[in-house]
Nanobody, 115 residues
Framework: QVQLVESGGGLVQPGESLRLSCVAR??????YGWGWHRQAPGKQRELV?????????NYVDSVKGRFTISRDNAKNTVYLQMNSLKPEDTAVYYC?????????WGQGTQVTVSS
């Protein structure tokens, strides 16, 4: 079972940037793809960015051109660089395996975009 620890969230103004990190504690990090999900209040959790073991990336349309997912296998860490943040990006952000295999979720990290 992999343990996930997300960090890097905060309160920012529209147009600003944040970099999220997710450390996966376990021995499987480099073997799998990873995804960043987010859940806004009253909404379902959505997958916003993915990166495969071969570093192929994909993004939901709403974040294309603004968010960049990357990974550092030596640090068991997946990142989400978020630029030009908008109020609609406000959510709790989580990472997990991609494809999702039903593993446990971390505590997430809160991102709030507000003026």
């Amino acid at each position: 079972q992999v343990q996930l620890v997300e960090s890097g969230g905060g309160l920012v103004q529209p147009g600003e940037s944040l970099r999220l990190s997710c450390v996966a504690r376990g021995n499987i990090f480099s073997l799998y793809g990873w995804g960043w999900h987010r859940q806004a209040p009253g909404k379902q959790r959505e997958l916003v960015a993915t990166i495969t073991s071969g570093r192929t990336t994909n993004y939901v349309d709403s974040v294309k051109g603004r968010f960049t997912i990357s990974r550092d296998n030596a640090k068991n860490t997946v990142y989400l660089q978020m630029n030009s943040l908008k109020p609609e990006d406000t959510a709790v952000y989580y990472c997990n395996l991609f494809p999702f295999l039903g593993s446990s979720w971390g505590q997430g990290t809160q991102v709030t975009v507000s003026s």
